[in-house]
């Protein structure tokens, strides 16, 4: 079966074979040829991964009138990197249909570029729900014209709280447009959104329960030992050194520490979590994108939506909190018809939130075994000069504090710590003397760059 015997036009067909699509995906033989034949609601489960979001935008395209200048279609998304990829897709795949235009709303950007750009005529607008609202209140935007709604990721707009935001939405809708909900997950309250705002007679699609989670994943655990987590991570990515991977973490400080603690080792990570700004993740994007950062370590809020082609691994380093957020976070990886693994550590008291995890999803766990990192080899004695000493209210024990904070270090590996007047001195094991030496770099403290050392007799270097 190919995108033309499901119905979609040719112009649509040649933009999707110049992304290397040719064959439908599931979901899309399901979707794609109810939404070009009927205006009926419908009800989508499906995961990220397996071609949703071109499911719904590709007989969108091809419904859309590109003589009325006018939104016909609005997307609805929880985050904005997903935001951004649906508009990406609505973009590729009209290339050939010259006339049709996609916009992407989301905060965190200028919402006067987006004014702007919304006076141009523009047929599809891809939003998150709260810079929707600031642009319906500015009168910056109408749905006056809007016939297809899609309220993509309907259980993560749900999970972050939306449900408000959503009923004010569709108050500036008309009541007979054609609504489309897609979820990788059926809660409870995503039932009750159906029932409030779907037709009755609403169409529901699935894709087979053993492929609601992705077959492409291979599901494992690694038991850790409580104080060398990290020693086990390390021994993971050191077998993983040439691949990409995200990492999750249950927190923005832990997801900042994390990578920190990774500064100098033989994976390049770097941090994405809520507290950074849009440039900040743009830009950590980027580099993740581009293969200059090869893990990405992540809150579960701001890795939603994310969509990298070709990731290897998914890491749970905390375990999710609930089923449908390993289904989200392991979705990351094995996309379109590649292979990945998903690994959750755990310590064995904890083993029965593998086995509920298996049984709730119906997939099966395989135990990794990994030997742990944990030659650290001898002490290295280092000495921090500068205005960082009793002067300046440092003292034994939050010296530790700022070292954890600062360079990511673990307090147990901090010892034997001396304060002086302006200085001080502290032993690291040696695995973790680069790592130091990264975080601390150039840092200031009251106006003055840190400068550090190896002890004085071996000093081989000064980082000013
Ligand atoms: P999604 O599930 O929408 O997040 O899509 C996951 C990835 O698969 C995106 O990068 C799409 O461009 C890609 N994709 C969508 N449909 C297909 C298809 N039929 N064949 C191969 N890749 C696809």
């Known amino acids: 079966m190919t ?15 110049g992304n290397k699509i040719f064959k439908p995906t599931d979901i899309q033989l399901k979707t794609i040829p109810h939404i070009l034949q009927h205006d009926e609601d419908l009800v989508a489960v499906a995961q990220t991964g397996t071609g949703k979001t071109a499911a719904f935008c590709l007989p969108i395209l091809q419904k859309i009138d590109p003589n009325v200048g006018k939104i016909q279609a609005l997307v609805l998304v929880p985050t904005r990197e ?17 006339r049709i235009f996609a916009e992407a709303v989301y905060g965190g950007a200028p919402i006067e570029d987006q004014i702007q750009k919304l006076k141009r005529s523009t047929h599809v607008v891809v939003a998150t729900p709260g810079r929707l609202i600031d642009l319906l209140e500015r009168d910056a935007i ?37 609504k489309m909900l897609f979820t990788a997950t059926m809660p409870a309250d995503v039932k009750q959104l159906i029932r409030e705002y779907l037709h009755p007679d609403f169409v529901e699609i699935r894709i087979h329960a053993e492929e609601f989670i992705n077959q492409k994943i291979e599901h494992q655990y690694l038991i850790y030992k409580q104080g060398e987590k990290l020693d086990y991570l390390k021994a993971f990515l050191s077998e993983h050194k040439d691949q990409r991977g995200i990492l999750f973490c249950r927190t923005k400080t ?28 743009d830009k950590v994007m980027r580099g993740f994108k581009k293969g200059r950062i090869n893990l990405l370590v992540a809150t579960d809020i701001a890795a939603r939506g994310i969509d990298v ?14 089923t449908d957020q390993y289904t989200h976070r392991s979705g990351r990886t094995a996309r379109a ?23 709730e999803l119906n997939i099966q766990f395989t135990l990794l075994s990994v030997e742990p990192v944990t030659d650290a080899g001898l002490n290295t004695p280092i000495t921090i000069y500068m205005n960082m000493g009793f002067a300046q209210s440092f003292t034994k ?7 954890v904070e600062e360079a990511g270090l673990n307090a147990a590996d901090i010892k034997n710590v001396v304060v002086e007047d302006s200085r001080s001195y502290f032993d690291v094991p040696a695995n973790c003397e680069q790592q130091i030496f990264i975080n601390l770099k150039g840092y200031k403290l009251f106006h003055r760059n840190l400068k550090l050392s190896l002890d004085a007799e071996n000093s081989k270097r000064n980082i000013y």
């Open 397 to 403: 024990n939050n010296i530790p504090e700022f070292l």
């Open 82 to 98: 997903l935001g951004q990829q649906v508009a990406r897709e609505f973009f590729l795949f009209s290339k050939y249909l010259s």
């Open 254 to 281: 832990a997801a900042k520490r994390l990578a920190k603690q990774l500064a100098g080792f033989e994976v390049t990570a770097d941090a994405l979590h809520g507290n950074l700004n849009q440039e900040s993740r």
């Open 3 to 17: 995108f033309s015997d499901l119905g979609i036009n040719p112009a649509i067909v040649q933009a999707l074979e």
């Open 309 to 322: 082609k070709e990731l290897d691994y998914i890491i749970h380093y905390h375990l999710p909190e609930k």
């Open 337 to 359: 018809g590649k292979s990945g693994v998903s690994v959750c550590f755990v310590k064995s008291e904890n083993l029965e939130e593998i086995k509920a995890l298996e049984s």
């Open 142 to 178: 109408s749905l006056q014209d809007l016939k297809y709604l899609v309220l993509d990721e309907a259980d993560e707009m749900i999970n972050m709280g939306f449900k408000s935001e959503i009923d004010q939405i569709l108050k500036y809708c008309k009541k007979d447009i054609n």
